[in-house]
């Protein structure tokens, strides 16, 4: 409960990034931010920890009483907006993959998961975004370091540069909350966009 997402608004309500419900409760503890509810409205901490519970609330205890959980907080001063890259990491390939082997199209955990370079290495492959697929141990070693055309293996789809907000990196049931919906309306997605560097 205290790991789950809080989205973090900037002070022009604009979504910036996405942080633990931990964060979000010590930040707004610190008066350096504030839960924002449905209506636009928002609390500093002492408000919404007085605000009543209701019976679908996630809380947190405390040991005189429970507080509910923000799923959406505003940062009081900050109002840039932060660089919008997606950085070329092993949970970003998984995450662009769906965690499905690109060979076989079974998912997999992310422990059950590897990389593979569609070129190998000792072809000149590189490590980049179009050349780097999520696979299963089994399909990683069946194709070891060959080309796909010498193992008759065939991608499911040509792996892409991702193009999604860096706050979309998240589970899509956070995504799907009704709280984070109205924030995430207001942004032009092409805004987001952006091209990646390697």
Request: net charge positive.
């Amino acid at each position: 409960m205290i790991d789950s997402h809080v989205l973090v608004l900037n002070r022009s309500f604009l979504p910036i990034n996405i942080t633990t419900a931990k964060r979000a409760f010590s930040l707004l503890y610190q008066g350096i931010a504030k839960a924002v509810n449905s209506q636009y409205e928002t609390f500093d901490y002492e408000s919404w920890s007085d605000l009543s519970i209701e019976q679908h609330d996630e809380t947190i205890g405390l040991v005189d009483r429970a507080i509910k959980i923000p799923r959406v907080i505003l940062l009081v001063t900050y109002d840039r907006i932060p660089k919008t890259q997606v950085r070329f990491t092993r949970a970003n390939i998984y995450a662009r993959d769906r965690n499905t082997c690109q060979y076989c199209g079974v998912v997999f955990t992310k422990n059950e998961l590897s990389l593979d370079h569609i070129i190998p290495r000792a072809y000149g492959g590189a490590s980049c975004w179009e050349n780097i697929v999520c696979c299963c141990f089994s399909c990683n070693k069946k194709k070891g370091s060959k080309g796909l055309h010498e193992t008759g293996m065939k991608l499911l789809k040509p792996p892409a540069k991702p193009r999604w907000p860096p706050f979309f990196k998240v589970p899509l049931q956070d995504i799907r909350r009704q709280e984070w919906r109205m924030f995430l309306n207001m942004v032009d997605i092409s805004y987001w966009n952006t091209e990646l560097l390697e």
